[in-house]
């Protein structure tokens, strides 16, 4: 890899080439072009200094020696990135597409390489870390859509550099990155009630601090607007569950008339139902999803939603990698990334 063309120094090569292994702030200032002041604050991870500049310092710092930066090769070195197979595969495909795509752009913006490698979670153990790194060592690892077990949390307290993209951890102990998914739950929650729903239905289908985040923010939308709100799980059989809370709102037994579910496919699995048994959406029920996958907008009508920017997700991921391989005892980060409605055709007023 050729750091100065790929963090855009072309210009201070001969300073690179001349600098000693010693090197001091004022050097990389000078290779950087900016302040002993900009430096410091950089290296000390304090606010007011972009993260492409920051990451810029970073990088000289490391490659030019920098003794007290932690461990200079680590940027040499891939980052080993695993995504869950039973999250990448089926309908939510291309969610983590764009997530993989936004970490590879970024990746690439900062000079990293990333090694994507998908596993099936139940089948995930740190035994298979350690196969890994018999073929080559990585400078850092990132789960991608995978939960921390006590098994893993264990493992890399011990110094592993990693960090958590699109989840979370509860105790703070590692650097995660993903949507803001208490906001996003009640967001889509209030496009319902903006409507005039009162009585409301909050299908889940997996449980994870993620849409758990989702389900907190549904509690907390209804309850702010004096309504209703049922809970259905959906696990094993999500069809067979949705037909069957679909045949008992058909009949009476219940009288909710707008439904959030926790993520597109549930949104359309939904629908579906809702059309099999005759009931019209918008007409009779209202509909809203979240993550907005493509299939969203192929809905007719095309299904209203809460969008996740995986660009920024990605972005996010590679800066806190950054700097984690630069400051390997700095204290863990949690970044939440903004959502944004995505107003389609199923959602109408009450009827």
């Known amino acids: 890899m050729n750091w100065p063309n ?17 090197t001091n702030q004022m050097d990389i200032a000078r290779a950087a072009g900016v302040s002993v002041s900009t430096v410091s604050r950089a290296l000390s991870n304090a606010p007011g200094i972009g993260d492409a500049l920051r990451s810029k310092i970073n990088r000289l710092a490391l490659d030019l020696g920098y003794k007290s930066r932690g461990d200079k090769w680590a940027l040499a070195r891939p980052v080993r990135t695993y995504v869950t197979v039973n999250m990448i595969t ?12 936004g970490l590879t752009q970024a990746a690439r913006q900062a000079g990293l390489t990333l090694d994507v490698r998908l596993i099936h979670d139940r089948q995930f153990d740190p035994a298979r870390l350690d196969r890994d790194a018999e073929d080559e060592d990585a400078g850092a690892t990132m789960l991608v859509g995978m939960d921390l077990t006590t098994e893993f949390a264990a493992r890399f307290a011990a110094g592993h550099k990693v960090v958590l993209v699109n989840t979370f951890d509860p105790a703070m102990r590692f650097d995660c990155v993903g949507p803001n998914n208490l906001y996003g739950g009640m967001l889509a929650t209030r496009m319902l009630l ?6 409301l239905l909050h299908v889940r289908e997996v449980l994870r601090p993620t849409t758990l985040q989702r389900h907190m923010g549904f509690e907390a939308a209804v309850a702010a607007a004096g309504a209703r709100g049922t809970v259905i799980d959906t696990f094993g059989d999500p069809e067979k569950v949705l037909r069957e809370a679909v045949q008992a709102r058909k009949a009476g037994l219940t009288d909710w008339t707008g439904v959030y579910c926790v993520h597109d496919v549930s949104a359309i699995r939904m629908v579906h139902a809702l059309e099999e048994a005759g009931l019209r959406v918008p007409g009779d029920i209202s509909v809203v999803g979240f993550d907005d996958l493509p299939a ?11 969008r996740i920017d995986c660009q920024a997700i990605g972005t996010q991921a590679i800066a806190l990698i950054v700097r984690r391989m630069a400051e ?4 863990p ?5 903004g959502v944004m409605p995505v107003e389609g055709g199923t959602v109408a007023p009450v009827p």
């Open 6 to 22: 790929a963090l855009g120094l072309e210009g201070f090569k001969g300073d690179l080439l001349n600098m000693k292994k010693s």
């Open 90 to 101: 089926g309908d939510t495909v291309p969610f983590y597409s764009a997530i993989v795509e």
């Open 194 to 199: 903006d409507a005039g729903h009162r009585c």
């Open 296 to 306: 969203a907008a192929m809905m007719v009508p095309r299904l209203t939603t809460v």
């Open 328 to 331: 390997p005892d700095a204290v």
């Open 333 to 337: 980060l949690q970044v939440e990334c």
